[in-house]
């Protein structure tokens, strides 16, 4: 077996404070939020020493897949292929690309792409990132980059998840979805813009070294909807994984909810991180990326 290269790195968690035994995690999304109402009612906290694998040349020894880990890599030659995220029509026909691409990777019934976003920067200070990239999400304006969300979350609850399923499926999907006893899950396929990802690449924990207990469902309000995600918890016991030297034709796939799990989240929790290999003095690699969302309908046997 080839030697697994572990190293340490500080992440940021949500603290469970006092206020939260009490009240529900919030943050919102309103355009006209109420004069002197906090944005949320969320602390974090930055674990300094998270121990994680670099799984580069090492993905058969550790067996990473999304039915086992929530999250894998594989491998997508660009062939040509450029997304000029500022125009409508190169960003659809790249999602359509990745729709036909998971769609044969997991041998799918279908594949519906319902969202994507655009990164870009090195998040100076994450708490500050977080609280600006919260204020620009309310315009729903995917043409202006955000920062990488470096706080370790899943972008759906157990409840978040089948809320959005049935906000992506007409009434009649629905249906054929239940009688024919299918299998939904909520996908995200992310990969880098650049020849490589720079700083801030992003960590995956494998969902299966996780507690209950870890996840934390946080509401996210906006002025139309409440959408429930999720928030995440250290401890020890988690294994986290990173692919050094990501390059654009290598894909990161994650579960951010599947319908066949039960708990307060069965999503692979993930965030970015500054990257162990930047050195004092070494040029910025800014990470620019694109994940799209992707709903995956498979026969559940």
Not at 59 to 84: C, M
Not at 197 to 217: K, N, S, W
Not at 262 to 290: K, M, Q, V, W
Request: charge should be negative.
């Amino acid at each position: 077996m080839a030697s697994i290269q572990s190293t340490t790195v500080p992440m940021t968690f949500l603290l469970k404070t006092d206020r939260l035994k009490v009240e529900k995690p919030f943050e919102l999304f309103l355009t006209n939020p109420p004069a002197g109402a906090p944005i949320s009612n969320c602390e974090f906290i930055r674990e300094p020493a998270v121990a994680i694998t670099d799984v580069r040349d090492q993905e058969l020894d550790l067996n990473l897949s999304i039915e086992t880990t929530g999250f894998e890599f594989f491998r997508a030659p660009i062939d040509g292929l450029k997304v000029d995220v500022t125009d409508e029509a190169s960003v659809l026909q790249y999602m359509s690309t990745m729709m036909a691409e998971v769609k044969d990777h997991l041998q799918a019934d279908s594949v519906i792409a319902f969202d994507w976003r655009h990164r870009r920067g090195n998040p100076p200070n994450i708490e500050d990132v977080h609280r600006a990239n919260l204020k620009r999400t309310i315009t729903q304006d995917r043409k202006t980059a955000l920062s990488p969300a470096g706080i370790v979350h899943c972008d759906e609850s157990h409840a978040g998840g089948w809320h959005r399923l049935k906000l992506i499926l007409t009434g009649d999907e629905l249906q054929q979805f239940y009688a024919k006893k299918q299998r939904a899950r909520l996908i995200n396929i992310w990969r880098s813009i650049a020849p490589t990802v720079g700083d801030y690449p992003l960590a995956f924990c494998d969902l299966g070294t996780t507690e209950p207990g870890d996840f934390i469902a946080c509401d996210k309000i906006q002025d139309t909807w409440i959408h429930e995600e999720a928030y995440f918890t250290y401890n020890e016991r988690q294994k986290w994984y990173w692919l050094s030297n990501q390059t654009n034709e290598e894909l990161s796939l994650f579960v951010t909810w599947d319908s066949k799990q039960n708990g307060p989240a069965n999503g692979c929790p993930h965030g970015a991180f500054a990257d162990p290999l930047t050195r004092p003095g070494d040029a910025p690699r800014l990470r620019e990326s694109i994940e799209v969302r992707l709903l995956v309908i498979t026969s559940d046997e």
